[in-house]
């Protein structure tokens, strides 16, 4: 063991410390740490929503969105698509 705690430049009791810690079963519950891809995008255009008069001739009144995680979402069909788009990651992250 002291020689194990020499090559890596550490103390001989901080290594017993961290044997005992580990038979004890008090480190590594911890989920290990992982990296998520990232890729960034253009800014989307703007989309302009529809009249309100149109979607009430449509009957088209609400919109219902499956998010990833299995959640359902209804929203009026009008809602502005920027405040959407910051509503939707919130909602499919919790």
């Known amino acids: ?9 550490i103390s001989r009791a901080l290594l017993t410390r961290w044997r005992k810690d580990y038979r004890e079963g008090l480190l590594g519950d911890e989920p290990a740490l992982t990296f998520a891809p990232v890729m960034i995008a253009a800014e989307p255009a703007p989309v302009a929503a529809p009249p309100a008069a149109e979607l009430e001739s449509s ?29 939707l ?3 499919d992250g919790a």
Do not use: F, K, Q, S
Not at 1 to 9: G, K, S, V
């Open 1 to 9: 063991m002291a020689l194990t705690a020499r090559r890596h430049d």
């Open 59 to 87: 009957g088209a009144v609400t919109v219902a969105i499956t998010l990833v995680n299995g959640r359902h979402i209804v929203v009026p069909a009008e809602i502005d698509p920027a405040l959407l788009g910051r509503l």
């Open 89 to 91: 990651p919130v909602l």
